[in-house]
């Protein structure tokens, strides 16, 4: 069965384009002008990936609430943004919703084609790893407990409010504690195509403070300076 892809875009022509182009990959499309009509129908036939614009209309930033709708109905679902707005403000605050790509208008459409048959390698790859499938319903390390089918985290008890990103990154670093994962690993664990050091050390800040939230006294994520971090189970 071929993969289902939603695209919401407001302007008909590029919508068209975009589903013509996927058609003839192979895909099965979803067009949507709005968010209100891609909440709708994705609510009720959820794609297997999403493409979004962030201007919707009269929305100048409906394309980043329409993520985060998803995000609530599917944490797993891979996402990319693609749109005309190419500042790194911009950048960042997509990344920060775990869009798995950030692309930028005008695109080729043989490129949008190969890199989402890319992003589709890595949704099988991840349910392919022994690594992410063994023991998956919970791991406990001390006071750290992760469920991978829910993929939530609970410390001391307690449980995180975590974004994708932050999670697959906490999940990477606790499975082998004292073991040093680079910017580079942690670049890969993203998913994400645009990640710098400086986005993957925001990630574990925000991720440091969740885990001060609960427990002031949390240092169990380890900055290795210039190489990365690692999981201290002795924090």
Known sequence: ????????????????????????????????????EALIGMRLNMPDLAILDIMLENEMDGGFDLCRDLRALSPTLPIIFLTARDTDIDRVSGLRLDAWDYLTKPLNMQYLSVRINSLFRIVDSLAQDPETTKNSSSMVINDLEINEDSMSIRWKGEELSLTLTEFWLIESMARHPGHVKTYENMMQITRQSYV???????????????????DPDFKHIQTVFGVGYKWNTNG
């Not at 695209?7 to 192979?26: C, H, M, P, T, W």
């Not at 990630?203 to 969740?210: E, G, L």
């Open 1 to 36: 069965m071929a993969r289902k892809v939603a695209i919401v875009e407001d302007d008909f022509d590029q919508r068209e384009n975009y589903r013509d182009a996927l058609e003839k990959s192979g895909y099965a499309v979803d067009t949507y002008a709005n968010r209100r």
């Open 196 to 214: 710098e050091r400086n986005t993957i050390n925001g990630y574990i800040r925000r991720i440091r403070n969740k885990f001060k939230e609960i």
